[in-house]
């Protein structure tokens, strides 16, 4: 029997795994989302203590919970060498040995996806390496990005060869059977190639993860690593800056962003406040009925990213319409990504907003089966997927007008034309249209379920091999 415990808390919706580590009543924490009640109840229902919060570096794509953690536990926050954070941690040494019950875990400085990015090797009772928590610096099938820490001194290809002596001077000396757990999976932006899978072993990791091949050069290390790197989000910054200097508690953010407003006042402060009006109920309950100029981005999808592309300022004051009992939920999706400005809810949903006289609008349907029985060659099709997506399959005819990156492509909608957009199953063009409508350009039909549903209905897409530069 181990003589430790691990579980991965795995969030699909980011993409990332944090950890639960205990041995002997005492547990380490690693790299916990801001909403830290889950690892609350998992140190109470198995009757531990939180010893440490370690954190693998200053994450960029969410905002880590290791504040809120300490300030409710009294454990330490233990970053590895070179981050000043502007807070009390403990700063802990390459090498540095933490006894946590019958184990001990090892720190080890891995630079290169960002300078104090930082491993955790769990020893056992025997100092044997057990498991290592890799934080962004070694994916399944992938390592971190080297662009998010690039600075005027220290370049990209800087940051690459640091990772490149990080992994074969600390991980590929490690035992094969050592099972990695790392920061993210599949969906991440922190990478451009992750598995789906969660865990692994560093054996197999050695002979199927190209950045753990022993035959690669430096130069080519870096070449492999730093091609096709696509933008970051734009909120990634701001991210870093908050768990670099603080922020404020997600039990501040309920008592202020829990309040149900009537129609009136939402009417109101969007205007005096300029905020946004979020519409995070399913896409089909926005097509049927939403308020005007409200935007889109449904809870049940890939949520908090879209957020982090879609919405420029992290600062943007905001007021949700959501199904009634799921506000909070969206809050708190919100603020692990540091969209913190949430003002309240809207009470009683579009009924209330209705019954207060105000206007209401909505998004013309369509099925995959009825696009069909329209002449192809005289639609407007808008294709809302990914360049890479689109470059695979697609409608001849089709536009490619990604959404990430809609703005720059308005100049695709004309005034004298009907648009039918659509993506791989209706939750981006649902999006795109919010915004395109919220911009002035009303003559847009959805198509329902997407590309996947163009494809069984049988109209003709293009068989084209995407090009393995995207990845």
């Keep these: ?32 989302l801001r909403d830290t009640r889950v690892y609350e109840e998992r140190a109470h229902e198995r009757n531990a203590q939180i010893r440490y919060i370690l954190e693998t570096h200053f994450h960029a794509d969410f905002v880590s919970g290791h504040l809120d953690l300490a300030a409710k536990t009294g454990a330490p926050i233990v970053f590895g060498p070179l981050a000043k954070p502007e807070y009390a941690i403990h700063s802990a040494a390459d090498g540095e040995i933490l006894p ?10 891995t630079p290169g996806h960002t300078m104090e990015s930082t491993c955790y090797l769990l020893l056992d009772e025997h100092q044997q390496p057990r498991a290592l928590f890799s934080g962004d610096t070694l994916f399944i099938g992938d390592v971190g990005r080297p662009d998010l820490a690039a600075k005027s001194d220290l370049s990209v290809s800087d940051l ?86 603080g922020y404020h508690s997600l039990d501040m953010l309920k008592e202020k962003g829990l ?15 300029q905020a946004l009006v979020l519409d995070v109920r399913s896409p089909q309950a926005f097509t049927d009925l939403h308020i005007p100029g409200s935007i889109s981005i449904g809870l049940d999808g890939q949520f908090a990213p879209w957020v982090g592309a879609l919405i420029p300022d992290i600062m943007q004051p905001l007021i949700l319409i959501a199904e009634p009992g799921r506000e909070e939920e969206a809050l708190t999706r919100l603020a692990r990504v540091g969209y913190d400005g949430v003002l309240g809810y809207l009470d009683g949903g579009l009924d209330a907003w209705q019954k207060a006289g105000f206007e209401t609008d909505s998004v013309a349907n369509i099925s995959a089966l009825q696009l069909k029985e329209l002449p192809m060659e005289d639609l407007l099709v808008v294709d809302v997927r990914k360049p890479g997506e689109f470059i695979s399959s697609h409608i001849p005819t089709a536009v490619s007008a990604p959404l990430e990156d809609l703005n720059a492509h308005l100049s695709v909608f ?24 919220s911009r002035g350009i009303h003559n847009l039909v ?18 084209e091999v995407c090009p393995t530069t995207l990845k």
């Design 259 to 273: 309040r149900a407003l009537s129609a009136i006042e939402v009417e109101q402060i969007g205007g005096d406040r």
């Design 1 to 32: 029997m181990n003589s430790f415990y691990i579980e991965q808390l795995y969030t699909g919706c980011l993409a990332q795994g944090a950890y639960y580590v205990e041995s002997d009543g005492v547990a380490a924490i690693i790299d916990p």
């Design 446 to 463: 959805n198509v329902l379920g997407g590309f996947s549903a163009i494809k069984e209905a049988g109209i003709a897409v293009s068989q």
């Design 160 to 245: 690459a060869s640091h990772l490149f002596d990080s992994l074969r001077t600390k991980i590929m000396v490690l035992p094969d059977d050592v099972v990695v757990y790392p920061a993210h999976g599949a969906g991440s932006a922190c990478g451009k190639n992750m598995s789906k899978e969660t865990t692994d072993t560093l054996g197999n990791q050695k002979k199927t993860n190209y950045a753990l091949n022993a035959a690669l050069t430096r130069e080519q290390f870096i070449a492999e690593l730093t091609e096709g790197l696509l933008p970051p989000p734009g909120y990634f910054p701001e991210n870093v800056r908050m768990n670099k200097q």
């Design 414 to 437: 004309s005034s004298d034309k009907t648009h039918y957009l659509h993506c791989a199953g209706g939750y981006r063009s649902v999006i795109a249209a919010s915004i395109l409508k």
């Design 100 to 109: 946590l019950g019958n184990v001990s875990i090892k720190v080890l400085h």
